[in-house]
């Protein structure tokens, strides 16, 4: 079952940051994650939302985003993205599709 990685972050070392940033997609695709959504000026719809950036990113699995989470490529470049912002980051499963009947 598919399953989204939802990252709400802010950040405090924008060159660090845009270090991860440049790294994260051939790691990302390697892994065969895909990236869904990536905004740094997402409108609030409802609530109080304090964060600089979401990003959103699919995976076929739960044990194909764990692979790509601790594998090396990713816990490399993923220092960067620690030292760099604050934040939350959401694993949510999928539902699944239902047929016609």
């Not at 740094?40 to 076929?60: C, Y």
């Amino acid at each position: 079952m598919t399953v989204y990685a939802l990252a709400q972050i802010s950040i405090h070392d924008r060159e660090r940051y845009d270090r991860y940033a440049a790294a994260f997609m051939p790691v990302l695709s390697a892994y065969g994650g895909r990236l869904l959504a990536a905004d740094e000026a997402p409108r609030v719809v409802e609530g109080d939302w304090r964060h600089d950036k979401v990003v959103l990113v699919a995976f076929d699995s739960r044990e194909s985003f764990e692979r790509w989470a601790t594998s090396p490529e990713y816990q490399d470049i993923a220092r960067d993205r620690v030292a760099a912002t604050d934040g939350v980051v959401l694993l949510v499963h999928g539902v699944p599709t239902l047929g016609n009947g």
